[in-house]
């Protein structure tokens, strides 16, 4: 194995495998960093969106969906089952074989494609030379004539609440538990928190969430967000709002102390999960002679191209500036493949999707109202229920709706917001409408199969011109 190569990454993530795929397609020598070990102690790659992010926790939600629609919601379809028992080490291992699979399928892909995986942790200490420390603390330098950081990010740790990893844990230990915990208190209501608190929840848990926000979903469409808390709170997620967590106290049980409008709270509770945010992984990225320049919170700055100050080096994903989600990250490492290969590499940021994996989901591209009217930008749109579709009400999923938003003089498409059933899938039509500049009437003339979900989407862009065909207008 040589120690020079055309382009090296650091971290194995979307971001980091991504590039480095795109890179040894484009004929370049490529090898990869990365340090992460899986709970059964051994190294894998998929970063934190495969082995403990995105992915496990998809696996969970789908299992315990399916056990919420067996206990609570077959009966209307004539379904009724006896006896129906949870065994939770099974869904835990089953969430396991997911995750090996997807993960061996990316080392396949990496054998396939000729990239030298470095295991160990890797530090920029030049610009173009990168050093593995293995786990016996054997080192070793490699030199790359580019180098890609795609490390990723970690979950935000908070001092009134410390990790035991116990009965106080992040996301990751969620993903963990061997039973249903009785009571479980969540701290942050945002894509995880929800996530996280749907999957307990579904089980038998009784879930509150504590938000510091005053504003439930501040990012989401206002009718959107609005829309999702009556759902969630008719499931029976407790979610209290404008919550600060100032300490906690670990007995039998958790206490968790926090206050709001009415001043000093207590919630007891069986396990509490942390989910306050992420922050970049660039601690330990470099040696302080190279002097990569990184922001107040420990972002890397890089300018349109992902390209740092430091002449040939890159960085993408978590990283840098930008939504923190594994697509968006995936996107940059190939773009930046690209450009390294001299092509016209490309992201476009102003149509990356978001997705939050409850029951109903939600998914929203674009710009929301809010961001319309402060920048003064004339607009229309077009609404329609799920519950006005025959695929929606066929499989007993008639909660939200689709929102469009258009641009009220040109009719293109600025913004799309779903709540309801498959959003995570019916929002890439917005997305691809958006990327060819599309407008609603585009959307509109469109023909759409019947019964469809997607339906509520074509109806929707018909009620941007207010002529949609199954609601009043």
Known sequence: MSNAYDVIVIGAGPAGYCAAIRCAQLGMSTAVVDEFVYKDGEPALGGTCLNVGCIPSKALLDTSENYHRVTHQL??????????ELDVKQMIARKDKVVKDLTGGIRQLFKANKIDWLQGHGKLVEPKTVELTRADGSSERYTGQSVVLATGSRSVEIGAAPLDHQKIVNSDGALEFTE??????VIGAGVIGLEMGSVWSRLGSEVVLLEAQDEFLAPVDRQVARTAQKEFKGQGLDIRLGCRVTGTQ???AVRVSYEDKNGPQE???????VCVGRRPNTDELCSKEVDLLLDERGFINVDEGCKTNLPDVYAVGDVVRGPMLAHKGQEEGIMVAERIAGKAG????????????TDPE?????????QLKKAGIPYNTGVFGFAATGRARAM????GMVKLIAHAETDRLLGAHIVGPQASELIAEAVVTMEFAGSAEDLARTIHAHPTLSEAVHEAALAVGKRAIHKAN
């Open 75 to 84: 009966a209307s379809h004539g379904i009724t089952a006896q006896g129906v």
């Open 346 to 357: 490309h992201v476009n940021y102003e149509t990356i999707p978001w997705v939050i994996y």
């Open 396 to 399: 007993d999923q008639t909660a």
């Open 362 to 370: 939600i998914a929203w591209v674009g710009r929301t109202e809010a």
């Open 267 to 273: 919630l007891e509770v069986d396990k509490l999960i």
């Open 180 to 185: 249903v915990p009785p009571r479980l208190g």
């Open 250 to 252: 670990i007995n039998d």
